[in-house]
């Protein structure tokens, strides 16, 4: 009897520690969706101890030592490695300095450090925005706030080639938008980045991002040239995701020749209402930095995360912007200066159209009568506005034209202070909107609203473009207190709006998915 009741509590611990074990395969490389915002940049130098006991490694740091756990080291999935520089996951033992970001919340019982280097080496970059990373001829994949190498990666030399490919989805999601990955071969480990655009783009196909170990197949554009094959999907299930003749040859960039007769376009990869355009004649009498110009220019335009742009602090930056000119030989004439962003003066205006959307506008509470455009001045080191720049609220455009392009182009505004008395709020309006709880949230979260008389109301959901994706409510209501669930289940991490309209009149909240 006692053999058996041995044999039923090992088999019991043995099943405990195959659901630990599983869960922590899960788990120990993402402990959910970090924003970058949350975290707090630190520098801490200690002995590595690496849990070896799971399928796949964990990896702790002792700053102190006495040979005790102090942090709980983040390096993402078990798969990843940056091909932008040589470092490496380090050994139990090894005395390593990292950066990174420290989360508020422990992990059990250690702080997590979001690795962001190792010894001084590059290993991985929270606010990259990964789907502009085409390859190519650009210094891409710099760290920003350190080497300030852009984004902007040149031409391709040959259109994308079609491929149509199957395999399992492996989701990275360190960070809160997650990154998608393609395991043709069925080892476990990455064959192909998945591009699928920026966190907020979705198609009116009803296509969804896939979930992690989904079986999926895929239709897309490949880029080989890279350290690490990527994928632009333009198909995934069978459902289309993006036009492929909408990306074009270059993604997004163009060739400017001295003896063109006219105007050319450049848009932004995955936003057409974005775009510069070059006039012929652009290249008479020009010089830069004591150079002389090429007969041809390679131009393009990125659209990137505020945070991406360098020297932004005490700026209100809702959008931001990367112009990359390149000369024949792959150099990013931007670049040319060796300070953190440059310009280029060309021999006539180039013209730029931005646009933005009033869900951002109210969401971020910008003033639309303050809108201006800035562009980073390497000469003086500082933020300049352009002071002709024309700002039409009924199209969400901004317009301006210079002859001096600089590298960076930001939108910025002042935040509206607002009124704060619920009181005074209903009397103006008729309602009102409050944050919802809790928040950030996941999955689900309450928006609450009140009526002051009764009323027609639509409650819709935004992305952060701006783009609406689901309606919550549209149709009568009685005055009085309303509390509505939304379940974000099917949506990605990030951030969201959420809008109520009452009678024409609308008020706009924004929420934090963290998944």
Not at 19 to 25: L, V
Not at 57 to 77: A, K, Q, R, S, T
Not at 317 to 341: L, S
Request: with cysteine.
């Amino acid at each position: 009897m006692l053999q058996f009741k041995t044999i039923g509590l090992l088999a019991l611990i043995m099943m405990l520690l195959l659901s630990f074990t599983a869960f922590s395969q899960s788990n120990h490389h993402q402990n959910g969706y970090f924003h970058p915002d949350s975290l707090t940049l630190v520098t801490v130098t200690g002995t590595v101890i690496v849990d070896s006991t799971m399928l796949h490694p964990v990896y702790f740091l002792d700053e102190d030592g006495d040979g005790v756990i102090d942090y709980h080291l983040n390096f993402g999935p078990y798969w990843y490695q940056p091909d932008s520089s040589n470092a490496t996951r380090p050994n139990n033992g090894d005395v390593v300095t990292i950066t990174g970001g420290m989360h508020d919340e422990n992990a059990g019982d250690y702080a997590v450090i979001v690795v962001y280097e190792i010894n001084g080496e590059f290993w991985r970059e929270p606010y990259e925005p990964f789907w502009t990373g085409m390859g190519g001829h650009g210094r891409f994949g710099g760290h920003n706030g350190e080497n300030c190498y852009g984004f902007a990666f040149g031409w391709m030399h040959d259109s994308l080639r079609t491929v149509s490919l199957s395999g399992t989805a492996l989701v990275d999601t360190t960070f809160i938008f997650a990154k998608y990955f393609l395991d043709e071969d069925g080892d476990g480990t990455p064959d192909y980045f998945l591009n699928f655009g920026p966190p907020w783009y979705e198609p009116e196909s009803g296509a969804t991002r896939p979930q992690d170990g989904e079986q999926i197949s895929v239709v897309g554009g490949l880029i080989d040239s890279m350290a690490f094959p990527m994928v632009v999907v333009y198909e995934i299930n069978g459902l289309a995701w993006r036009d492929s003749s909408q990306i074009g040859p270059h993604l997004g960039g163009g060739w400017m020749h001295r003896d063109m007769d006219r105007s050319r376009k450049v848009h932004a990869p995955f936003d057409p209402e974005d775009w510069m355009e070059v006039r012929p004649g652009w290249h008479q009498n020009m010089g830069h930095h004591g150079m002389m110009i090429p007969d041809s220019i390679f131009c393009q335009m990125l659209e990137l995360f505020p945070q991406n742009i360098p020297n932004t602090e005490n700026q209100h930056v809702f959008a931001g912007y990367e112009i990359g000119v390149f000369f024949p030989d792959g150099q990013n004439a931007m670049w040319q200066g060796g300070n953190c962003g440059g310009h280029m003066n060309f021999a006539n205006q180039v013209e730029f159209h931005l646009h933005y959307n009033d869900i951002q506008v109210q969401g971020f509470h910008m003033n639309e009568n303050t809108i201006q455009v800035k562009y980073w001045d390497d000469q003086t080191n500082s933020w300049v506005e352009v002071s002709d720049a024309v700002v039409d609220p009924s199209t969400n455009t901004v317009t301006f034209s210079s002859s001096e392009v600089s590298n960076f182009v930001v939108l910025t505004a002042e935040e509206v202070t607002g009124i704060e008395n619920e009181s005074a709020v209903l009397a103006i309006d008729g309602f009102v909107l409050k944050q919802n709880y809790p928040n950030p949230f996941n999955p689900g979260t309450t928006i609450e609203f009140t009526l002051q008389n009764n009323a027609h109301v639509m409650l819709n959901i935004y992305n952060v473009l701006g783009q609406k994706i689901q309606t919550l409510l549209d149709g009568p209501m009685t005055a009085g207190v309303h509390a509505v669930q939304f379940d974000a289940s099917s949506l990605p991490s990030g951030i969201y709006f959420y809008e109520l309209n009452v009678e024409g009149k609308s008020q706009v909240k924004m929420m934090n998915l963290m998944k």
